[in-house]
Antibody
Framework: QVTLKESGPVLVKPTETLTLTCTVS??????????VSWIRQPPGTALEWLAH???????SYSTSLRSRLTVSKDTSRGQVVLSMTDMDHVDTATYYCARMDTATLTVDFWGQGTLVTVSS | QSALTQPASVSGSPGQSITISCTGSSSDVGSYNLVSWYQQHPGKAPQLIIYEVTKRPSGVSYRFSGSKSGDTASLTISGLQTEDEADYYC????????????FGGGTKLTVL
């Protein structure tokens, strides 16, 4: 049974760095074709893809947020970490981690999401 | 990479069929059969309903179908049911390793 679960702070201050952890089970981060994406959704608005880490450890980032994002993984612990620097109130959103089949570019399993609020 | 274009809202009555469009460009939707669709009910995580333009995952109702013509992909829901009321998002490969994919702006389906 594949599951993903996000964890991290619910509240961050402007200019701080957000660090979120995605803990996966039911599949290995080494499995070819399987990677993990981070996707966010501000309240009442659309999904926005942020970043992806492949099984090979190759990374891919949103063009508009590339300078602020870092994604990494600890394969032995089954964890993927997303860091986003210089947080602003417009970054308030539910952040999802999700498994992506990179052969079909399909997100087949999603975490429950975690709401992060940026406020002083 | 600009978001794919979807209508903000569509509506239909129970039993009817509706179609949601998703327009990209010749660089993404038009060049690859790597379009997926997701259904999201309020307060829930999205769920995959269509992948590779036309394929349905196991467990997804046959009432959901996908197609593509040129730079526009479409999701059709036939025999509308009240539980189909939700937000729907398309997603496409961008044609590049970075960024990898782009989502549409989402469509709110109301079942009248």
């Amino acid at each position: 049974q594949v599951t993903l679960k996000e964890s991290g702070p619910v509240l961050v201050k402007p200019t701080e760095t957000l660090t979120l952890t995605c803990t996966v089970s039911g599949f290995s981060l080494r499995t070819a074709r399987m990677g993990v994406s981070w996707i966010r959704q501000p309240p009442g608005t659309a999904l926005e893809w942020l970043a992806h880490i492949f099984s090979t450890d190759e990374k891919s980032y949103s063009t508009s947020l590339r300078s602020r994002l870092t994604v990494s993984k600890d394969t032995s612990r089954g964890q993927v970490v997303l860091s986003m620097t210089d947080m602003d109130h417009v970054d308030t959103a539910t952040y999802y981690c999700a498994r992506m089949d990179t052969a079909t570019l399909t997100v087949d399993f999603w975490g429950q999401g975690t709401l992060v609020t940026v406020s002083s | 990479q600009s978001a794919l274009t979807q209508p903000a809202s569509v509506s239909g009555s129970p039993g009817q069929s509706i179609t949601i469009s998703c327009t990209g460009s010749s660089s993404d939707v038009g060049s690859y059969n790597l379009v997926s669709w997701y259904q999201q009910h309020p307060g829930k995580a999205p769920q995959l309903i269509i992948y590779e333009v036309t394929k349905r995952p196991s467990g997804v109702s046959y009432r959901f179908s996908g197609s593509k013509s040129g730079d526009t992909a479409s999701l059709t829901i036939s025999g509308l049911q009240t539980e189909d009321e939700a937000d729907y998002y398309c997603c496409s490969y961008t044609g590049s390793r970075s960024p990898l994919v782009v989502f549409g702006g989402g469509t709110k389906l109301t079942v009248l």
